[in-house]
């Protein structure tokens, strides 16, 4: 049997899926990103992000009872602003900087903050949120405080320029991604030569970004070996996690938007024209563009509750919890996580069990992902949309959104559509589909639609 591979570079977890001609999933690995988190930063070695990529694929491969010869293409999906520094002979300088890093805090550098506030700037980016955490205001830390480092600097690549690159040798990358730097001309198509001079940077420093779902090249032998993969496979670029995501999940064929509960909460929908709007972003699409409204209360703030205070419950058993009573008063804080202990929590009492607690959060995050709908659509709502993400699993959260949003909540059949997203691209580049809609028509099937109660 023949495949395609999805690698879904989330922030949590590396996602690797096999998925046969017939869109099925039949292997899917899993491997947590070891952050190296101390203080404000969030790296990621260089050595930890191969293993925990050849580690994804080996359970992939072990699950689908398949070889690297079943593989007939890959893309992939990823995060963005998250980067590496590397040297004339691509040699990285450091480890991966996380888009979570948050080393350069307010000191964000003056002649940056001034670009970003030019009326220009979200009108050429798309860009409408605040820009303290974009890469570019990292690599200007290390031109500032580690200038050995950036005196060898030859390239900037994200982790998927970095991914791209290493297995096909082509410095080249997906304009999905690379709108997020905040250097990206979106309407035309193309790097912003302003924005490129006013962060210090160099246009040979970055690699060219191709259209979502283009062919960056053939896996060379000393690529494939980094993932002991046949060379001579084609490697089809990606996006945007959140937009291959979208793909995926049929965004467009099966409802209009979509919802995403994962490490980051966010709500996607299509727009035929460049209509940028404040506190959300945009990049390319196959056909017009996306825009993206997103907050960091997601489902890693339940994800955390769990583990630290409630971990005699599977998540699962938390949900079954959690049916069964109100908050009776408790709310949680959004990103209750990011406070000392419970701090985060809001009116909690003796009584209050993991019960309430873990009820708190869902209700927190609901509210949060209300709010980003209002953000992408005012008062004109859809009357659907598809959940994906690892929330996407649990009936009572989802039940939770469409009694909130007012809406219809589709599940899909694959959760997890990032890599099926990404799986959709790599069988475009293997020749078994003539272009993405024809895949997500083939391949996007509902598994249930809740519906807002009465």
């Known amino acids: 049997m023949k495949f395609v591979l999805g690698i879904d570079l989330g922030t949590s977890y590396f996602k690797l899926g096999l998925f046969d001609r017939q869109g099925n999933c039949c292997g899917l690995g899993r491997a947590k990103v070891h952050k190296q988190t101390t203080d404000s930063r969030c790296e990621l070695a260089i050595d930890s992000f191969w293993t925990s990529l050849n580690d994804a694929l080996h359970e992939a491969l072990a699950q689908a009872h398949a070889s690297v010869c079943d593989i007939e293409a890959l893309a992939y999906s990823s995060q963005a602003n998250s980067f590496v520094l590397l040297d004339q002979n691509k040699q990285p300088l450091t480890p991966l900087i996380l888009w979570l890093d948050n080393r350069v805090g307010e000191d964000v ?265 209002d953000q992408l659509f005012g008062s004109d709502r859809p009357d659907r949309m598809v959940a994906v993400g690892g929330g996407a699993r649990s009936d009572l959260w989802m039940q939770m959104f469409a009694d909130r949003l007012g809406m219809s909540i589709v599940i899909p059949e694959q959760i997890d559509t990032a890599c099926l997203g990404s799986a959709m691209f790599a069988s475009v580049a293997a020749g078994w589909h003539p272009d993405c809609h024809d895949a997500a028509t083939a391949w996007c099937q509902v598994r249930q639609v809740l519906h807002p109660a009465k």
């Open 109 to 373: 550098d003056p002649r940056l903050a001034a670009f970003w506030e030019h009326s220009d700037f979200m009108g050429t980016t798309g860009l409408g949120m605040s820009p303290s955490t974009l890469a570019i205001a990292k690599c200007r830390w290390f031109e500032c405080h580690e200038p050995e480092v950036w005196s060898k600097t030859a390239h900037v690549m994200t982790i998927s320029d970095y991914l791209t690159d290493t297995l096909t040798g082509k410095t080249v990358g997906d304009q999905g991604t690379a709108s997020l730097l905040g250097l990206w001309n979106l309407p035309q198509g193309q790097w912003w030569n302003k924005a490129i001079k006013a962060s210090g940077l160099s246009r040979s420093q970055l690699s060219t970004p191709l259209p979502p779902g283009s062919v960056a090249g053939s896996l060379t032998h000393q690529g494939a070996a980094k993932l002991g993969l046949n060379p001579g496979i084609p490697l089809a670029v990606g996006s945007l996690d959140h937009h291959v995501a979208a793909l995926g999940a049929g965004v467009g064929a099966i409802a209009p938007a979509s919802v995403s509960i994962g490490t980051v909460l966010a709500c996607l929908r299509y727009s035929d024209t460049f209509s940028p709007l404040k506190n959300c972003c945009m990049g390319p699409a196959q056909s017009g563009f996306y825009q993206l409204a997103f907050s960091t209360n997601g489902a890693s703030v339940y994800e955390w509750y769990q583990q630290q205070y409630a971990s005699q419950f599977s998540v699962s058993e938390l949900d079954s919890l959690a049916r069964e009573v109100s908050c009776e008063g408790l709310t949680a804080k959004p990103n209750a996580n990011h406070y000392p202990g419970l701090e985060g929590f809001v009116g909690r009492k003796p009584s209050h069990g993991p019960a309430h607690l873990g009820r708190a959060i869902l209700e927190s995050v609901t509210e949060s992902m209300d709010l980003l709908v």
